[in-house]
Structures are given as structure tokens and as C-alpha cells.
């Protein structure tokens, strides 16, 4: 069974950062792409970014490219987002989750296991 436990939100203030991390039990982290995706109220989970552990590829969804910088630690089993000149947009709960290999990593639904959440508040 694969666990991932995310940590690290909290409020902060517009412009400030936040690191997020995510640990993973298992054989988990080295091989598959472990993404970040977030859900602020009334709206649906989106895609953030995305890091493959075997090879380091990178993905971001264009909202956050340039402020949100994603990594891993192989032999810590973590993934971490690095969240720098946050905006009141990016408020919303923050979920890591595992990638399903051979399908889009941009989509919510080729994911197959999730953490809890760690909210993230970006007060103006």
C-alpha cells in the first residue's frame, strides 16, 4: 500500500514562499512521476507540476512556471514544491499524488494514489 503524507502549508503573504513536501513509503518515488495538484473552494483539482524520480523531467502548468520550482530526493522517497512570489490565486488545499505511467501526467485522473492535503493560504 502506498502512503503519501504532504506537509509544509500554512499562511503567508502575497509575494512570500512556502516549501511543500511530500513523503512517500514504498518503492514509490524513484519509479514513477509524483505530481502536485491543488483544489481551492468551489472549484475543481488542477494539475500543478509534475517530477519524474528516474530521469528528473519537470512539468508545470503555465500559471505557476517561474515562481514554483518542483524536486525530488531519492533517497528520502520526497517530493517537494517550492513556492516563491505567491498570489492570493494560489490558495487552495495541495495534494501529491502518483502518476499512472504511459498516460498524460497533466491529468488529474492518471493518478492513482493521493495524500490528504496541506492547505495553502496567500493572504493580499
Known amino acids: 500500500q502506498v502512503q503519501l503524507v504532504e506537509s509544509g502549508g500554512g499562511l503567508v503573504q502575497a509575494g512570500g514562499s512556502l516549501r511543500l513536501s511530500c513523503a512517500a513509503s514504498?518503492?514509490?518515488?524513484?519509479?514513477?512521476?509524483m505530481g502536485w495538484f491543488r483544489q481551492a473552494p468551489g472549484k475543481g483539482r488542477e494539475f500543478v507540476a509534475a517530477?519524474?524520480?528516474?530521469?528528473?523531467?519537470?512539468y508545470y502548468t503555465n500559471s505557476v512556471k517561474g515562481r514554483f520550482t518542483i524536486s525530488g530526493d531519492n533517497a528520502k522517497n520526497t517530493v517537494y514544491l517550492q513556492m516563491n512570489s505567491l498570489k492570493p490565486e494560489d490558495t487552495a488545499v495541495y495534494y501529491c499524488a502518483r502518476h499512472q505511467p504511459g498516460s498524460s501526467p497533466f491529468v488529474v485522473q492518471n493518478y492513482d494514489y493521493w495524500g490528504q492535503g496541506t492547505q495553502v493560504t496567500v493572504s493580499s
Open positions: 514504498g518503492r514509490t518515488f524513484s519509479s514513477y512521476t
Open positions: 517530477f519524474t524520480g528516474s530521469d528528473s523531467s519537470t
